[in-house]
């Protein structure tokens, strides 16, 4: 495996640990309680694509890896905080919260773990994102959150934190199974300028480096996730935006049909990798 | 008046008697520093969480006296001995006469 050969050759060329090199056998157990999988075999849909499947902890520097192993040090839990608050509070014509239906937040557990999800009546594919703000809408009478704005990526953590530890565990049969083959038909799709596809970089080349980092292999259990460079939670679909930006491609829209098939196809190929959200990564 | 203030401690629930634990405390709080300007260039009013203590069982641990210039959400680590069983009480004084508290009891054992 490309990523293992990587790391054998550095450790030869520099006998001291290489800063910021993951430690491949490292393992994530948050708070000292919660054992994440962070590396296992690939589910079945991805044989031949891929051996083995890695959360994005895997490929982080040691020091954003132990960011995420303690609730006090992970910044992102400070949006799960101010989340549930708006839980609680009661907003949109309907004078309702979230926890006039749904009671405690603690009613979400394992949700998160199973979205995108077939929706029987919108007849649909829906993310945790536009379940929300169908909530809002329609229950509440509220104005919708900006789909990837910072109170959306907040409840969006605060539900997942719900699910810490679970398996990711979407289906891809049934009626979700069209929206699903859209989804993988744009991942092998080559975009923009560069005409790179999303297996380019983060099939061929994980492990590898593009310009100061790691790739990963793009998985999106750890959504949404607090980056270092920006010093928030960012939504799946923010990041396929800047992915796709970065092909130099005109971007699909953050809540199209189109990246809802793509967050289900990418989160498909992390079937059996555990809901790590709110993750820390670069 | 700051809105959204939530403090979160973490301590130990029990520990030998003498030993020396680590403690992590965090406040969410904007920090306004009372430097920077609006939109049409008013000052926007300070307002910050000014002192932070700690104390077990009424003796004091740690007391810390904060300036405009701390970041958002001020998050203090420090390592405290611990002779026997107790209460921690943390305090927050913000600016605007708010007093936020939170107490952590530890048994020995």
């Known amino acids: ?282 | 008046m700051a809105e959204g203030v939530t403090p979160r401690v973490k301590v130990p629930k029990k520990a030998e008697a003498g030993e020396v634990i680590t403690i992590k405390t965090l406040i969410s709080h904007p920090m306004e520093s009372g430097q920077r300007k609006d939109g049409d260039g008013n000052v926007i009013p300070r307002s910050i969480i000014n002192r932070f203590t700690a104390e077990f069982n009424g003796e004091s641990v740690i007391d810390v006296k904060m300036e405009p210039a701390m970041s958002t959400n001020p998050y203090f680590e420090f390592d405290a001995t611990v002779p026997e069983a107790g209460d921690f009480k943390f305090t927050w004084y913000d600016d605007d006469g708010s007093v936020y508290e939170e107490v952590k009891s530890i048994a020995i054992g």
């Open chain 1, 1 to 282: 495996m490309k990523f293992k050969a990587m790391t054998a050759v550095a450790a030869l060329l520099v006998a001291a640990p290489m800063l910021g090199m993951a430690d491949e056998e490292a393992e994530l157990v948050v708070n000292g309680e919660i054992k994440m999988v962070t590396k296992t075999d690939a589910p079945a849909h991805l044989e031949g694509a891929l051996p083995e499947i890695m959360s994005g902890w895997r490929f982080r520097s040691d020091e954003t890896q132990q960011t995420q192993m303690d609730d006090f040090d992970n910044p992102g839990m400070i949006f799960v905080d101010q989340a549930q608050a708006a839980w609680d509070t009661a907003e949109g014509s309907e004078g309702k919260s979230c926890a006039s239906c749904h009671n405690d937040v603690e009613s979400m557990e394992g949700v998160r773990a199973v979205y995108p999800k077939w929706n029987e009546e919108a007849g649909e594919v829906r993310t945790l994102a536009m379940q929300i703000n169908d909530c809002r809408e329609n229950q509440m009478g509220a104005e919708p959150y900006k789909y990837t704005g910072n109170e959306m990526t907040a409840m969006e953590a605060l539900i997942s934190v719900q699910s810490r530890g679970m398996p990711v565990n979407v289906a891809i049969d049934g009626p979700a199974q069209s929206t699903w083959e859209q989804g993988k038909e744009m991942y092998y799709t080559r975009y923009g300028q560069l005409e790179l596809s999303c297996a380019n970089c983060h099939e061929d080349n994980y492990g590898n480096m593009i310009r100061a980092d790691h790739l990963s292999q793009g998985q999106i259990n750890g959504f949404p996730v607090y980056r270092l460079k920006n010093t928030k939670l960012n939504s799946s679909h923010a990041r396929f935006k800047g992915c796709i930006r970065d092909t130099r491609a005109e971007t699909f829209s953050p809540g199209s049909p189109e990246f809802v098939a793509l967050e289900l196809y990418v989160a498909s190929r992390g079937n059996g990798l555990s809901v790590e959200a709110p993750s820390v990564r670069n």
